[in-house]
């Protein structure tokens, strides 16, 4: 009777993933691997190797890498510090992180081209100061700092929350057998935060590597990541064949970096966000 | 029992707006596919209260943007207004609806002129009311130039890099590029559009965006000096920033047109009609364009215009016989579009 119960509440969810995962995906494959007669071809698969394409990837897989990067540079310390935090402020702090998620992605990222163009609010400060200016719209620095601007947050949380779970008597130990505060952290605390790097790597470089509209609106379209041109492919071209069968290649990278987080987060803990 | 799922969904869906406002529109809906920012928003809720028909109102960037999701299907659109090189792609694959011209009177305020020049698509102005039209152009800051701008070839001058904004739609680009070369905007000669590509990779690292609609915040907010813009953006420009200056660059440029069309599968086109009819009332067209600023066909409506300045713009109405190397798009058949997509793809991804 349970049981019974149990499957009728999860029928909406099974809705939910045939209707919007498992049908969008075999659309992909069955557009990906046909031309426009019907006819199966890995050709439009193959494409990624022409110059256009194969270019296009390689930037947007060097310019999520580093986002990447560096957005863990960023959060691993910010983390420890959120972690750490005792009062009741903690609260408000991861609050304050998590705020800007609330506010559409695309306008935070409309707004990131008023503040940041030539003539734009940054620069007008700093010609006010008599500061040399920003010229970094239209650039790729712009792209990467997009990026690590909207992915930020979600490299952010999944390390706070394994650093959280780690058992202080662990950092104590260590105290008491004499490892002084580097070694701790290197011999404990790293290692135990592994699967929470993992998932924030998976959670920054996925979303990075396939953005077109960063790119667009930080890049002023002089730039192609492959999203663009998959992007291009469907609403200029209206060539879904040669989009789904780049999607395809897409997606390759996609479940490599979902197999690592896999292997390195055997138990979930990461991805509790 | 996912149909019945759906099926259940979209009932629930449908019956909101009919609960809602079932007694102020009761004349149905109209589904109007338009360009961004290219209708006073007040003469849909005119209309809307005149007709007590409820207009679904969506926008679109570019012509390419507009074709794939009408061509899909997802959304059936009854009224959409596209340029004229693609109007003729839509006829030629029979997605437009013949118009009666009886439930359209006041197509008689449209010039006979834009009716003669619509023929190059609509060869017997069966499909198609024009709306606006106007030229492509550069627009400059003439405190950011040296010397005033004249011609495309100028987009070339490397003392202007990053200060030149380009247009991000393929047959524009490339227009300019090929004009810029002595070739006719409409070659399908893979020889010219090489040379065209080759003009345009040699520009980029000048441009500082590619950008469709921005171009007009963006001079006005002089983060460049020069930009490909279309003329209807000359008028509200300058309102804006009275530092810019409109030109038809000296080695010619696209006149173009934009019409309502009705199209096939509409279902309703009778409330189609009779928005489209509303569009071409004087009082309407002078409405949209003291908003838009693009040029109306309508000389109804141009005779209401109360500042001679305008009435009499070069800018807004020019004189075209002035001009002898202005052309039109023509649809260049499946193959034609997909050389030029490829070939900007090349551009943009150099």
């Known amino acids: 009777m349970k049981n019974k119960f149990v499957k009728l509440l999860s029928l909406p969810y099974v809705f939910w993933s045939i209707g919007f995962i498992i049908i969008p995906l075999l659309m992909v494959f069955y557009y990906g691997l046909t031309d426009k007669s019907g006819r199966l071809t890995l050709s439009n698969v193959l494409n990624i190797a022409l110059p256009v394409h194969f270019k296009s990837l390689i930037i947007a897989l060097l310019l999520s890498f580093v986002s990447t990067v560096i957005c863990l540079l960023l959060s691993y310390p910010l983390a420890m510090i959120l972690a750490n935090v005792k009062s009741k402020s903690k609260g408000l702090m991861i609050l304050i992180f998590v705020l800007p998620m609330w506010m559409n992605f695309l306008l935070r990222t409309l707004a990131w081209q008023t503040l940041l163009e030539n003539e734009g609010v940054i620069n007008t400060v700093l010609q006010f100061l008599h500061l040399p200016v920003l010229k970094i719209i239209n650039t790729p620095y712009a792209i990467i700092f997009g990026m690590i601007y909207n992915f930020l947050p979600f490299m952010v949380l999944p390390i706070y929350n394994v650093l959280c779970k780690i058992d202080n008597n662990l950092l104590n130990a260590a105290r ?6 580097i070694q701790t952290f290197f011999k404990v605390t790293l290692p135990l935060s592994v699967p929470g790097i993992i998932s924030g790597i998976t959670m920054v470089f996925v979303p990075a590597l396939t953005t077109f509209v960063i790119s667009d609106l930080l890049g002023g379209s002089k730039i192609l990541l492959i999203g663009n ?3 291009q492919e469907f609403t200029l071209n209206s060539n879904w064949h040669l989009g789904s069968g780049l999607s395809i290649v897409l997606m390759i990278f996609i479940i490599i970096s979902m197999i690592t987080t896999a292997i390195f987060d055997k138990d979930g803990e990461g991805s509790a966000l | 029992m996912k149909k019945l799922f759906l099926f259940g969904l979209l009932a629930t ?10 007694n102020a529109y009761e004349n149905g809906k109209v589904y109007v596919y338009n360009w961004g920012e290219y209708i006073d928003p007040e003469v849909i809720e005119s209309f809307e209260k005149e007709y007590k028909i409820k207009v679904v109102y969506d926008e679109y960037e570019t012509n390419e943007v507009m074709y794939p999701k009408v061509a899909a299907g997802a959304v059936n659109y009854d009224v959409v207004c596209p340029s004229d090189y ?19 009177p006041n197509a008689k305020n449209i010039g006979q002129q834009y009716f003669d020049t619509s023929k190059e698509f609509d060869a017997e102005n069966k499909y198609s009311v024009p709306y606006c039209w106007g030229t492509v152009g550069i627009l400059y800051n003439k405190t950011m130039v040296d010397e005033p701008i004249t011609k495309w070839e100028q987009l070339w001058d490397p003392k202007y890099k990053n200060q030149i904004l380009m247009q991000n739609s393929v047959r524009d680009a490339f227009m300019v590029a090929l004009k810029l070369n002595g070739y006719s905007m409409n070659t399908t000669n893979l020889d010219e559009l090489q040379i065209a590509k080759n003009s345009l990779l040699e520009q980029k690292p000048l441009v500082q965006a590619y950008v469709v609609d921005q171009v007009r915040d963006k001079m006005i907010g002089n983060e460049a000096a020069i930009g490909v813009i279309y003329s209807g953006e000359a008028i509200y420009t300058q309102r804006e920033n009275s530092n810019l200056v409109y030109v038809i660059p000296e080695e010619g440029t696209n006149v173009w047109i934009d019409s309502w069309v ?3 599968n509409a279902q309703n086109k009778e409330n189609a009609e009779k928005f489209i009819n509303y569009m071409c009332e004087p009082e309407i067209a002078l409405k949209n364009f003291d908003f838009i ?4 066909p309508n000389d109804a409506a141009r005779a209401l215009i109360e500042d001679e300045d305008i009435r009499n713009s070069e800018i807004a109405f020019p004189d075209l016989t002035q001009y002898n190397n202005l052309e039109t798009y023509i649809y260049l058949g499946e193959d034609g579009d997909e050389l030029y997509n ?9």
């Open chain 1, 176 to 181: 008491d057998l004499g490892a002084n505060e």
């Open chain 1, 229 to 231: 041109v998959i992007e």
């Open chain 2, 13 to 22: 869906l449908c019956m909101v707006p009919m609960f809602g406002c079932s």
């Open chain 2, 86 to 104: 693609m109007i003729k792609k839509m006829i030629d694959n029979d997605m437009l609806a013949e118009l009666d011209w009886n439930n359209i």
């Open chain 2, 262 to 264: 009705v199209l096939k």
């Open chain 2, 293 to 296: 600023t693009y040029s109306t």
């Open chain 2, 342 to 350: 490829s070939l900007w793809k090349e551009v943009k991804s150099e």
